[in-house]
């Protein structure tokens, strides 16, 4: 695969995608619902992934019939995820490495994401992540979540690139549909909870951050970093 030489940028989808919170959502959310003696099921987590948590937690709401509001179910959510966070936040295989690799490149990085703006800064100052991204933007910094492309669409704009020349990695559905309704070039680097999905419109389907066909849109070098 030859390079693309109009990449100029790289935006990360954030859970499930350069982080491994996505799996935390699943104990999250069998908690939540335990307690109220229901069940999570994959279908509801594939309804609710890439979404924003007030547009995930009201899914869960309506298909279960819950007596609980959002702001009821972020509050739990919040207190779940802090102990799941302290002991089991871990990048996702091969993050760092590609993250040096862009470092290495120049090509200037952004994050784009349906998690909260509070939720984004917590995990990156405790990954010393902080100081790695040009841009990050949050479910706080738009008014319509994925699937919409809003989210993208301003990542483009804050780094100064059209967004055909911007390359997203994005882990579910929802996700890549927003990349490509932006017109990015979209990989989808699907996880365990979400390689059911479908990434109709993604340049390709990544075997994780590390396939070398994303090193070769990006023209990267490929050596040991």
């Known amino acids: 695969m030859l390079p693309t030489p109009s990449l100029q940028a790289v935006v990360f989808d954030l859970d499930g995608t350069l982080l491994n919170t996505e799996d935390l ?21 594939d309804e609710m ?4 948590s007030r547009v995930a937690l009201q899914i869960m709401i309506d298909r279960h019939q819950l007596d609980a509001t959002v702001p009821q179910l972020q509050a739990e959510t919040t207190e779940i995820f802090q102990g799941l ?4 936040l871990a990048l996702m295989p091969g993050a760092m490495e590609l993250l040096n690799q862009l470092r290495a490149a120049r090509l200037p990085t952004a994050i784009a994401t349906s998690s909260s703006r509070r939720f984004l800064e917590d995990v990156l100052v405790r990954l010393q992540l902080a100081d790695r991204f040009q841009t990050t933007l949050t479910a706080d910094d738009v008014a ?11 990542a483009a704009e804050r780094l100064a690139v059209e967004p055909a020349s ?21 990989v989808a680097v699907p996880g365990d909870h979400s390689r059911q999905h479908d990434f109709a419109g993604a340049a390709f389907v990544a075997t994780g951050l590390l396939d070398p066909r994303i090193g070769a ?9």
């Open 85 to 88: 966070l302290d002991s089991r």
């Open 144 to 154: 319509e979540g994925k699937p919409h492309p809003e989210i993208f669409l301003k």
């Open 166 to 186: 911007m390359l997203v990695l994005e882990d579910s559905a929802h996700g890549v549909r927003a990349a490509v309704a932006s017109g990015a070039f979209t």
């Open 217 to 225: 849109a990006l023209g990267l070098d490929s050596s040991p970093t």
């Open 25 to 45: 959502y699943w104990d999250v959310g069998e908690l939540i619902l335990a307690r109220r003696g229901r069940q999570v099921t994959r279908a509801l987590l």
């Open 49 to 52: 992934m890439g979404r924003p």
